[in-house]
């Protein structure tokens, strides 16, 4: 089950990750409208410059950019995977799987075009289902993830949404064949781009113990979506972009 956590900044924070079992993917965005948008005014030395953060991968999480921009930048901070968030199209995506693996994000709900989504599937090696709101990612509510039933594959996914410690109940009861892990960010926040670090390991140990450890999952329509904030104990931030 691969684990994301999202929207990183700060320097000491990001080392701090490494530390934390079971993480497997970093996320940078870069998305100028997002209180966590990661640039040198917030860290003066490019990615090349740090210690290892193995085993931790670096996803680059981009918003309708400029393919320009998208290559200069992931080159710049040495990423190893990019996240386009926005609505890129799948032609725009082939220009970049060229050079990077891709995680393309959809939000879903009952009116979505799954032949659509399923287009991306020759181009981007997972997807990302995260909820609808007025950002394009980061508004701090689960959707309604019994509309998952209908995907199909080929593409495996990664859920996303409002994720934070009131849900691992229904993390715990979720299944599909096609799920390949979560993204955690606001759930899990100080300060925009600042992580609880104590409270991802606890969320995290007790996510993958007892993933290993539970029977049969129930089926995803008795899964209720959440249509409010999740609630955690460090400070809780505004709802925004990723």
């Not at 000491?12 to 948008?37: D, K, T």
């Not at 709900?109 to 799954?114: E, K, R, Y």
């Amino acid at each position: 089950m691969i684990i994301k956590v999202c929207g990183m900044r700060d320097p000491e924070n990001m080392l701090g990750l490494q530390q934390v079992p079971g993480v497997q993917w970093m996320g940078l965005i870069f998305h100028p409208a997002s209180p966590r948008s990661f640039n040198r005014a917030h860290w003066p030395a490019s990615l090349h410059s740090l210690p290892p953060l193995s085993p931790l991968e670096r996803v680059g999480v981009f918003v309708n950019q400029p393919l320009a921009a998208v290559r200069a930048t992931a080159r710049n901070f040495a990423l190893d995977r990019l996240q386009l968030h926005g609505d890129e199209s799948p032609d725009y995506c082939r220009e970049l799987a060229a050079e990077w693996p891709l995680i393309k994000a959809f939000r879903p709900n009952q009116s979505i075009d799954w032949a659509n989504v399923a287009a991306y599937g020759d181009c981007c090696t997972h997807l990302l289902f995260d909820t609808a709101g007025s950002q394009p990612g980061g508004n701090g509510q689960r959707f309604d993830w019994s509309v998952l039933q209908r995907y199909q594959g080929p593409a495996p996914f990664l859920l996303a949404g409002g994720l934070g410690p009131a849900a691992l109940d229904a993390l715990l009861a979720f299944q599909h064949p096609h799920w390949a892990g979560i993204d955690l960010n606001s759930g899990f926040e100080i300060r925009p781009g600042l992580k609880d670090l104590a409270l991802l390991r606890e969320f995290i140990r007790a996510f993958l113990e007892m993933r290993g450890a539970s029977g049969p999952a129930v089926p995803l329509t008795a899964i209720p979506a959440a249509t409010h904030n999740e609630t955690h104990t460090s400070q809780p931030t505004s709802t925004s972009t990723p």
